[in-house]
């Protein structure tokens, strides 16, 4: 059973544009979520994560949004560059415990 | 920002061998480290939770036998594979929570392949 839904599965945004992804959760239990990027043959980096008492986190060009009533949270990329292409995960956990990630979105930005 | 190794990145092997893989956290203690597996073009598995001083914590449908995990010290997670088999190859990776930050970091990850 998929405990965190992602969508969309894959998103092309030119250069300059906006980034968003979105995710959905059931588990009340979960209070971290954080979102991961990952590049071909490397392993996921941390890039911004959020806990349930703030409604949004920014980090440069990152923002996390988070909704608590909806259980959903999404990921906002601002002036994407072509070098943001990657897989992005999301991903929620009570805290200590294993992450349970989303699917992940293959972003592509165009020049 | 929190770091952590794995080593080897890469390792091929034949069929019945078996392969240890270590993760250590270089500039934070780690009582939990988590073992991944990924699949191309999919998202990560959680196969095992491992805590410092005491025994793994397998998800289901994972083979405790198979896949030996060991951790050691605050430092230092292994997950050795057993006697493994081309099914056995893929994309492992560990990740350690720093306890001070909550943040859970992931290792860049052991590409193995079983011939």
């Known amino acids: 059973q998929q405990q965190v839904k992602q969508s969309p599965q894959s998103l092309i945004v030119q250069k300059g544009g906006i980034s968003i992804i979105n995710c959905a959760y059931e588990n009340t239990a979960f209070d971290y979520f954080p979102w991961y990027q990952q590049f071909p043959g490397k392993g996921p980096a941390l890039l911004i994560a959020?806990?349930?008492?703030?409604s949004e986190k920014k980090e440069g060009r990152f923002t996390i949004s988070f909704n608590k009533s909806a259980k959903q949270f999404s990921l906002h990329i601002m002036d994407s560059q072509p070098g943001d292409s990657a897989t992005y995960f999301c991903?929620?956990?009570?805290?200590?415990?294993?992450?349970?990630f989303g699917k992940g979105t293959s972003l592509l930005v165009t020049p | 920002g929190a770091v952590v190794s794995q080593h080897p990145s890469w390792v091929i092997c034949k069929s019945g061998t078996s392969v240890k893989i270590e993760c250590r956290s270089l500039d934070f203690q780690a009582t939990t480290m988590f073992w991944y597996r990924q699949f191309p073009k999919q998202s990560l598995m959680l196969m095992a939770t491992?805590?410092?001083?005491?025994?793994?914590?397998?998800e289901q449908g994972v083979e405790k036998d198979k896949f030996l995990i060991n951790h050691a010290s605050l430092t230092l997670s292994t997950l050795t594979v057993t006697s493994a088999h081309p099914e056995d190859s893929s994309f492992y990776i560990c990740s350690a929570r720093d306890p001070f930050t909550s943040g859970q970091y992931f290792g860049p990850g052991t590409r193995l392949t079983v011939l």
């Open positions: 491992s805590n410092e001083g005491s025994k793994a914590t397998y």
């Open positions: 959020i806990r349930p008492d703030v």
């Open positions: 991903a929620a956990c009570p805290s200590g415990y294993a992450l349970n």
